[in-house]
């Protein structure tokens, strides 16, 4: 059973424009959700988090929202750059991590 | 910092075959986990190691995956035997602790092995 599901397999932005990223989950029990971000030939590294008990938590150009009634997670990258080219993970967790399956973004200069 | 190291990088097998993937944590990093990470899916948790006790493995096929962390540092994580759905990349990670999820149980990602069975 998918619990995270990612339903954009690809995305494709302008430089300097806005990605948003989309991510929907299934299970209430998650308290915790995560973005990884991962480049070709590496493993995913942390990009920014949030806790259940908060709807928006930003870092710099990226900024994740949550809204805990519609089960959905966002994450916008404002301004976008070439080197955010990469596949992005929406991860939650309760006792252990939970993947979506990804979407690969693309920032065309 | 050193990062979490594996190797190989890459294997072909054939099925039936076995392999082992290595895996050595961040000093000092407590918890240990090996994902799978089938093409096109996300990565889905093997097993997780506090130290050198298994704290979930309900997602591990038993009767081929094995995997252990005898002196609670590096790991080691083997098929036997392989199948053709095993073709993947296995990832391991490792965290300085374990628990309700706080800023320091971030999971730093080694940069996985990247195994095919023909």
């Known amino acids: 059973d998918q619990q995270v599901k990612q339903n954009s397999p690809s995305l494709s932005v302008q430089e300097g424009r806005i990605s948003i990223l989309n991510c929907d989950y299934t299970?209430?029990?998650?308290?915790?959700f995560l973005w990884y971000k991962k480049y070709p030939a590496e493993g995913p590294t942390f990009l920014i988090s949030i806790s259940s008990i908060k709807d928006k938590n930003e870092d710099g150009r990226f900024t994740v929202f949550l809204n805990k009634s519609a089960k959905h997670l966002s994450l916008h990258i404002v301004p976008s750059q070439p080197g955010d080219s990469a596949v992005y993970f929406c991860?939650?967790?309760?006792?252990?991590?939970?993947f979506g399956a990804g979407t690969i973004l693309r920032v065309k200069s | 910092e050193a990062g979490v190291a594996q190797s190989p990088r890459y294997k072909i097998i054939e099925k039936r075959q076995s392999v082992a993937f290595w895996c050595n944590p961040i000093s000092g990093h407590a918890t240990l986990y090996w994902y799978q990470q089938i093409l096109g899916q996300g990565p889905k948790l093997l097993i997780q190691?506090?130290?050198?006790?298994?704290?979930?493995d309900s997602q591990l096929p038993k009767d081929r995956f094995s995997a252990e962390r005898l002196k609670g540092v590096d790991s080691t994580l083997k098929i036997q035997p392989a199948k053709l759905e095993d073709s993947a990349v296995y990832l391991c990670?490792?965290?300085?602790?374990?628990?309700?999820?706080?800023?320091?149980?971030?999971?730093?990602f080694g940069p996985g092995t990247r195994l095919t069975v023909l």
């Open positions: 190691f506090q130290n050198n006790g298994v704290v979930d």
């Open positions: 991860a939650a967790s309760y006792n252990k991590l939970v």
């Open positions: 299970n209430s029990m998650f308290d915790y």
């Open positions: 990670a490792s965290s300085f602790a374990m628990g309700p999820f706080l800023l320091y149980n971030e999971q730093f």
